[in-house]
């Protein structure tokens, strides 16, 4: 190595890739230039961001340095290339603003929660005082608010509004934080907000700021228009509001998320670990499903042990806290009996103003719907269970070509892919497509996904299941269509996060998938080399008595089993989960299923936790999806032993009689049905560990994906997580897209792209 006079200025392109427009990186680059003695320029192109960076040698290297690692908090650097170039005469640093915006910016930034300087804003700059929709090129809304590219404030729903000569200056200001902050505004000229009541409405904020807590104190429910759309918000300490809200929401029967004040409230509630508290405060402001600590009012959470927690995002949300004086606001989606989020004013009105005490709108319109999204944190990592707000329309690098690859996904849980370039992006939550209107957002979405991204499809991916409404959706666009096997693709959603290059043990457990024998699977054990897959064990099928009606009525799956172990007889069982059926029904039931009418065969280990929920009399007419495994992990009383029996025969087939047996002579001899699940959930883990060391044995692989639904259980995808990374196993599993059928369509995606 030569040594070179540090006086003498060297000279370098970088060209930097990833999330770095729309983020406030520009002015970030910008300050750090000038503070390291920086000269040269900074501008936007189509595909990256490009800094020409001259000065004396140290400065150039810790500017470099200091670029990945104090940038803005929304933006994400996937690379930076570094070129040797030729000494100019420059000076200073500028910001190349006459090519501010490019002609096919690719990277689109997710909404992001109001920073701390804007929150300071509201309270001290004049203009701002009180300005609920308050933002700059560090926050505010991003993907909700676009229609097209580039991004530019005439391509988003601010078109409308005219900046006044102050927000004109700062917006042009290349030292200023809205520095070409697309939603810049102000109290001047900006959008602002509307409470709408039976009898009055209300334009100032103080006023609405008055009323609603007025009310909220009094019980009151209100639709507030939020980021990705509304939610009804009521106070989560009144049980009598919350009872209503039930009411309000029809069928939608699951636990309400909950927002807090703040971090130190949230923690009188929840408990709260260091990553659990670093998701809570990230620009996403996602829901964390946190551990309860004290109780909040019994509709929230609905005696599951678990509070979905978020803390306050939007100016207008501080605003509320400041002058509410409550600990914590339920804040669930604004729609009815699980129909996608209302975002439209008059629409809100419409349906909720009479129902509730007031819907509070502002006159900017949301063009892309988001959902709250909800995550959870295992063994220090972050597992997204619906990736919406915040996350979309962030892509994911594959490191091969997908261009015009479409995956159209599952169907109980929405999402779809689009592949561009080495990238793909990711759809945001759609609901079970199963219902018509949530059907109508994923066809909506995709159409405005191919102006967006400018995307031509010219090739489509589907589940193998005939009947989904998203293998039917792509069968009629006309192009080319392949179909993946569900659990296959579950797996392959893993090792196309992780990049995994070697064959991997692939541990797909979920509710329902179409297996390529045309029966259900979902207790899947795969030999999986990225395109190909082996089907290594399962569970012993039994037949599902009433087909679909099974899903919502755990007790039909938990007659299939006991009489699939002690035939006939186990109608004389002195339980009383069989006190409790209707024998009459059982018995054509059962003569049904023998003769095979409307029983599908089944291996699903979902309907297995729903079969031990019903037995154990611990869930048997689940309100929700998934409801009955969640009761029986809340019910895991951690400090038991033991666990039941299996038999794992030479086919790969396991057989769960013995634990049936063990679990009935338990009940009988009055275990705890907290017991008894503590031992299930341990059996499951058995079963899994000896299951991957088989494989193992028989095939040298070492490495393990996990994914599927079942794994939103936090116990199992702990222990196995942890006792298979004891045992040297190298587990990998989903952090960028949900285990559940939304992170499907990203594993359809990476098999057809690594095929072709
Ligand atoms: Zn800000
Ligand atoms: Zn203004
Ligand atoms: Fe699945």
Redesign the pocket.
Known sequence: MHTTDNNKEVSYLLTIKGLVQGVGFRPFVYKLANKLNIKGWIKNTNYAVIVHAQGIPDDVESFIKLLSEQNPPASIIDEILKEKTQLKKLQGFNIGSSEVVSDDITVISPDISVCDECLDDMHNQP?RIFYPLVNCCNCGPRFTIIKGLPYDREQTTMQQFE??N??REEYYNPLDRRFHAQP???????PSYTLNTRTVSYTDIHKILDYLKKKLHKGGIFAFKGTGGFHLACDAMNEEALVRMRLLKKRDTKPFAVMFRDLNILKKYAFVSAKEEEELLSFRKPIVILKEHKHLAPSVTLKLGTIGAMLPYMPFHYLLFDQLGLDALVMTSGNISDEPIIIDNSHAINIFLNSTDGVLTYNRDIYNRTDDSVIMVVNSKSRIIRRSRGYVPSEINLQIKTDGIFAAGAELTGTFCIGKDNHVIPSQYFGDLQNAENFNFYVESFGRYKELFRFKPSHAVVDMHPDYVTTRFANELGIRVESIQHHHAHIASVIAEHHIEEPVIGVAFDGTGYGTDGNIWGSEFLVCSGIKFERFAHFKYISLPGGDKAVLEPWRTAVSYLNNVFGYDFLNLNIPFIKNLDKSKIRLLLEAANKGINSPLSCSAGRLFDAVAAVTGICSQPTFHAEAPMRLEAAINYQADGHYSFIFDNDGIIDFSQLWEEIIRDLINKVSKNDISSKFHKTIVEVIVSTCFKIRESTGINSVAISGGTFQNRYLLEKCENILGQNLFKVFTNNKVPSNDGGIALGQLFIAAKKR
């Open positions: 203009r900046m006044c102050s927000c810049v505004s102000c109290n001047d000229c900006g």
